[in-house]
């Protein structure tokens, strides 16, 4: 993974067929996706469960760029392994899954994975500020986590905004999840993200075995997240 600041559409498997994720994300790869997007919930954690490391690895072969994995469980530690093991390029963790986020990160890196820090739409930057060295991703959720599908919410702009003079010329990328779609991909595009997490709004219209939605609705995410940045 070489670091830009260019727009990245992640697309989330949460809204993709279960019954079909190889080719799915096949599929979402060839229409134009630059990451993979997994959310692996534990119900606990958040009120919702998807899969675990068990479906990555499984999917893994199928994607030839970026697999992004999004913790929503507690706790993380024992599992970090397991993702690693299983390919995933980036396991990002929340900050308020456990009492211990820095030995957290510290493990993700050792796995050899790029750390991630994510953050729900309650919590402040100033869980972040004393991180910013040892990770490579913030996630800012712009919905509560657990469920696809969820309006944005606006307030998260300003936290945006903020994050991107916090985190000033350090190579971490700011990524967006929840209620991406082309009209907010603009708006933190210009706050400062970089990656852009989008279920419904990717999937929406196409299949597997009919992707061209896909690519249609990648490139408006795309083409609405690069024109706030002209």
Known sequence: MTFSR???IAPSILAADFADFGAECRAIE?????WVHVDVMDGHFVPNITFGPATCAAIRPHIKGVMDVHLMIAPVDSYI???ASAGADVI???VEAGPHIHRTLQAIRGAGCKAGLALNPGTGLDAVAHLLDMIDLVCVMTV???FGGQKFIHSQIAKIEALRKLIGDRPVHI???????????PLV???GADVLVAG???FKGGSAQQPQAYGDNIRAIRMAAEAALL
């Not at 060839?30 to 630059?34: E, K, L, M, P, S």
């Not at 990524?175 to 991909?185: L, S």
């Open 6 to 8: 260019a727009i990245k």
């Open 200 to 202: 419904s709004a990717v």
């Open 144 to 146: 509560n986590p657990g």
């Open 189 to 191: 595009a210009a706050a």
């Open 30 to 34: 060839a229409q134009g996706a630059d």
């Open 92 to 94: 990002t963790a929340h």
């Open 175 to 185: 990524e967006i999840d929840g209620g991406v779609t082309a009209e907010t991909a």
């Open 81 to 83: 392994e397991a993702f």
